[in-house]
């Protein structure tokens, strides 16, 4: 079990045990007592993966139908790359979404020379035929973009195909940008491998059919992207009765996971004719914040998961998100949620059981501050009207933070900070935020006390309930940060310095209840 550790926090201090004694006496310091801000860093992540050395980008989920469990490939960022030959695919395989034991590197680079001497994303698929295992991936240099193939028997040595090779000038589209291969299996039987590219100036995915995964006829445009838009790693499913693509979103502007719906892979491709822009929803198609990007799917025919990854921050600054123009940090933590489909086909991601279970031990909760005015207490109920907060004692490591909040009125604005002490000038929120005179609710990060509003990383519009209730989830694994509410809405970021210190639920506008507040933690 993960428990906290405070070095630091165990600092000892002189006292004289009488007036005719000089021997000092040694007392432990009441570190949980204490509620100022306290300088943590990251230590080892043990829910939200990173390799030892460097980061994750671009993972490749597959369930291996085999040995049964989730085999997770990803693109090795080690920082600094080398200048020609980087992002070797490496890979993790899990049970149940709470652990990752490392597979090394799967497929390496090629030489400066090759084709592939650096490596970009692709997909694996089981051939039950030959008892083959197939990653098509990326082949990526400066002068030009192709997809390539690797095979395996057993998931550990792969070799290269030295015959398979797609190039987008042989098709008439992009040399440069050809890349991120997607295979599924239709329901015609044939193996289906989406390619994202352009043709002119326009952003398309286009499509190549086969039998047996070896031989690939080229299949035209499967799918146009919208305006001036370039859709990377996607990942087309079925669901039920729907058909779906997820998709990350290139431009800067907004750079995030989404998706589109069909009840037939024809009406899915619909979705974008014309630029037509058939949104599957009423927030077009977001799935979380900026803070997860790459986003891929798997299931085990019990459940869907969605992996992406969470980037880091120049500086270790919470602020630095990479707001458009800019970009954040390529690549982070490796990041799952569980996809929810609903009724009407339309898609939200929620927590995953086996992270869950993970938190299993309890804190104790303890008021350590709270604002003069507006704050109630009647046990572990609270009442907070206008800009009033209850500031909670020490979090650890990593942390499950769990409450209800119910609102007045739907235009009620309320939020939880991160990285705030009783001596703090500026700490790190979350807020609930009225949209549209209330009817939605958008997620906001604000640096209160400092820049405010941070543009570039606020959530996405979500219905207020027709209840006023929030049911609030929070996973934390040191600086990576989850928020789930009602099964409905996720909100994924990267809050440095998270862990270790104190955390508040705010009121800032009207009155809300806050209830059966939890901590958890291993």
Known sequence: MKTMIYSLALAAFVSLASCNNDDPVLTQKDWQGTATYFASTDEQFTTFYKPAVGYVGDPMPFYDPVEQNFKILYLQD???????????????????????????????????????????????????ADKLYYTFYTGHTAKQEVVMMATSSDFKTWTKSKSFYLQGGDYGYSVKDFRDPFVFKGDDGQYHMIISTLQGTKGVLVEFTSSDLKSWAHGGIFMSM????????????????????????KMAAVRRVQYFKGHTLDELKACTANNAGVWPDNKEGFLDSRAFYAGKTASDGTNRYIWGWCPTRAGNDNT??????????????????????????????????????????????????????GVSENGSNYVLTGNAYVLF????????????????????KFGFSFVRGTDSEKYYSIIVNPEDGGDNKKLNFEEEGGKGFINGIDGYKFATPANNEYNVTVYTDNSVCVVYINDNVVYTNRIYGLQKNCWSINSYEGTVEVSNVRVNYY
């Open 78 to 128: 080690f920082r600094p790359n080398p200048a020609d030959t980087y992002h070797p695919i490496w890979g993790v395989s899990t049970k149940d979404l709470s652990s990752y034991q490392s597979l090394g590197e799967l497929i390496p680079t090629g030489t400066a020379a090759e084709a592939d001497a650096a490596l970009g994303t692709g997909s694996t698929i089981y051939n039950e």
């Open 226 to 249: 919208m305006w001036d838009r370039f859709y990377e790693c996607p990942d087309i499913f079925k669901m039920g009765d729907w058909w779906y693509l997820v998709y990350s979103e």
């Open 320 to 373: 630095a998100v990479g707001a458009a123009p800019n970009e954040p940090e390529w690549a982070g933590n490796l990041v799952a949620h569980r996809i929810i489909q609903h009724e009407d086909g339309t898609l939200s991601l929620g927590n995953v059981e086996g992270i869950d279970k993970k938190y299993s031990s309890e804190s104790s909760l303890k008021v350590m501050a709270k604002s003069d005015n």
């Open 393 to 412: 004692n020490r979090l650890n490591v990593c942390n499950k933070l769990s409450f209800t909040v119910k609102t007045t009125s739907k235009t009620d």
